[in-house]
């Protein structure tokens, strides 16, 4: 199939790309890298009237470091967060989930802010987005607001983005020298979807875990917050009988979709081995 006739502008600032959506009567999407859009235009499973290229905007680009926040720009490319020093340094979740993002050819023109719009919940960079604790900077017709990433992922393929606006910025917490993070996922060839996959950073205090975020994704309609075992490692050392309690309760945390390939029971099974190998990384970074 081919993509239905539409209308294209280019805007040049953010302002024109908002204007251009409202004059458009809500009947516009907005494309940059274009690795999530094109191909549900070309199944007509999205038939805008109006294409609004935001690829040229000077504010959704560039990585700043502003003070105790690391501020990514939305048009980041997905090859960029795997090579940009400051995310190396302040967001490292985000580098170590880059090599797995699907190919070179997509990481060249796939960006950071459409895939974390899109919010697929197989894809790695939301679920990071949540690890890091990050929040979204949206623009829209009544100024600019920002979202914590808790608050970001509302159901499949929904954000709290409305109609209209736009994500301009990723601004995530710079990690601190008592932060442990371990990234992996579990997929049947790289750069396919993840059967199951986990970012985690930790805050700990004289060995002790005091503060943990666990986010898996490709287990239910959104990224997911392990947040059951994430209580359970409040307080403790993480070592073997930590770990095991964190496992134990890890699957009452998940969704998983039937499919008929991986049933749920079968990505919980991997969910539990997938957190006690990071886990078990991210104690071993402590020895």
Not at 6 to 20: C, D, G, P, Q
Request: aromatic share 6%; net charge negative.
């Amino acid at each position: 199939m081919k993509a239905r006739a539409f209308n294209y502008v280019r805007a040049s600032t953010v302002v024109e790309a908002l204007k251009a959506f409202e004059e458009a009567g809500d009947d516009a999407s907005y494309i940059a890298g274009g690795q999530s859009l094109v191909p549900t235009l070309a199944l007509r499973l999205q038939a805008p009237q109006l294409l609004i290229d935001i690829a040229h905007i000077p504010v959704l680009r560039g990585v700043d470091l502003q003070g105790d926040w690391l501020r990514i720009g939305a048009l980041t490319r997905h090859h960029e967060v795997l090579t940009d020093p400051l995310i190396r340094q302040h967001a490292p979740l985000y580098s170590e989930a880059a090599p797995h993002v699907a190919h070179p050819a997509i990481r060249n023109k796939g960006t950071l802010g459409g895939s974390i719009s899109h919010a697929d919940p197989a894809s790695e960079f939301p679920a990071m987005t949540l690890a890091l604790s990050a929040e979204l900077e949206i623009a829209g017709r009544d100024g600019i607001r920002r979202v914590p990433a808790d608050d970001f992922f509302l159901d499949l393929f929904q954000t709290a983005i409305e109609p209209g606006e736009l994500l301009v910025a990723i601004h995530v917490p710079v990690v601190q020298p008592n932060h442990r993070w371990a990234f992996h996922e579990f997929a049947r060839r790289r750069g396919d979807f993840a059967l199951v996959g986990c970012g985690i950073l930790a805050e700990f205090v004289d060995d002790v875990v005091k503060h943990v975020r666990i986010a898996f994704f490709s287990v239910g309609s959104t990224p997911l917050r392990a947040r059951q075992a994430e209580d359970s490692l409040i307080g403790k050392k993480l070592d073997q009988a930590a770990i095991a309690a964190a496992q134990a309760v890890v699957g009452d945390d998940l969704d998983p979709p039937e499919d008929e390939h991986t049933p749920p029971a079968m990505k919980r099974h991997l969910a539990r081995v997938l957190l006690g190998r990071l886990l078990g990384e991210i104690a071993r970074q402590g020895a």
